[in-house]
């Protein structure tokens, strides 16, 4: 397992992320029933197997299973008797957690009421990376800042970040940070797959410039690219996609993505979920894949990632096949970035 920067912090996270959506499975949410309904007792054995493989990031949302999930993973950290400072805790705020009009959002109010609901769940007296779940139309930038802000002066939160978030409303957030001297966002966690590098157009440029962690989600597009889909292949029981077909993604190139990475996968002796993970891990603007798991064989597959190596040839065929179309504003930035750099320059390494 590799440890890397917690954006521009001090504190390191492996990276890999065990992921807890697919935990709890609460009987009042059919939703949720839909996404996970890991227990108390496969939850425990599952974050155990993870600990042990040196995973220390663990990531979860006061939404997820509406609570649930932060209940039994904060149980499970308790019942093996796991040391506060050997596990670095993610969590979200800002879906709908009740009925109410201001039971969601990232207004301070609800920032306010739900940190000291995920800290009682988690069972524990701080949060490391407090996460802002989506993007809020109403509330202003400035009141979500200043209120997370507050959160770390008292010790409840140590860093922040963001989620699904546009990237000129990252980069204007970071700028007021800067301006009144705020805890600045370190992290996004955003999708991210090797059918689906949207993000690459702006976000990642962005994020490299401000030295921001990305935690990938749906690293396997929501199981459809762990090679048990494909055109003509009948659908796996139990798969998340024939309930919840989501994130959205364009079959026709996740197909021709899937046929390359079975080639690759026959050479290496691994699986296909090993090599759509294994081409997220090594690229270097990311820092942590979330990965979520139902069973334990699902985990140990997963986790075996960090042990494929992928040849510059495997790179170069998995990049060609899911290529970005063109689009503007960057194929003209490329275009001009040409005409900037004249064919002899060696850069000054700092």
Sequence with gaps: MKYKQLGRTGMFVSEICLGTMTFGG???????????????????????RALAAGVNFIDTADVYSLGYSERILGQSLKNLGVARKDVVIATKVFGDVGPGPNDRGASRGHIMDSVRGSLERLQTDHIDLY???????????????????????????????????????IAKALGISERKNYARFETLQAYYSIAGRDLEREL?????????????WSPLAGGLLSGKFGPGAPTPEGARRVDFDFPPVDKDR???????????????????????????????????????????????????ATTVVL????????????????????????????????????????
């Design 311 to 350: 040849t510059a040839e495997d790179q170069a065929k998995l990049d060609a096949v899911s290529v970005l179309a063109g689009e503007y504003p960057g194929w003209m930035l490329e275009r001009m970035a040409m005409t900037r750099i004249p064919a002899d320059f060696v850069p000054v390494k700092a």
């Design 254 to 304: 996740a197909w021709a993505c899937v046929a390359v990475m079975r080639e690759i996968a026959a050479a290496h002796g691994v699986t296909v979920a090993q090599v759509a993970l294994a081409w997220l891990l090594a690229k270097k603007h990311v820092m942590s894949v979330i990965i979520g798991a139902k069973t334990l064989a699902q985990l140990d597959d997963n986790l075996a």
């Design 131 to 169: 996460q802002i779940h989506g993007n809020d139309i109403v509330t202003p930038i400035d009141e979500t800042l200043r209120a997370l802000d507050d959160l770390i002066s008292e010790g409840l939160v140590r860093y922040v970040g963001v989620s699904n978030w546009s990237a000129w409303k």
């Design 26 to 48: 609460n009987p009042d949410a059919p939703f949720w029933q839909a996404i996970g309904s890991v227990g108390q007792a496969d939850a425990e054995a599952i974050v155990a």
């Design 204 to 216: 990642v440029p962005m994020l490299n410039e401000e030295r921001m962690g990305l935690m990938v």
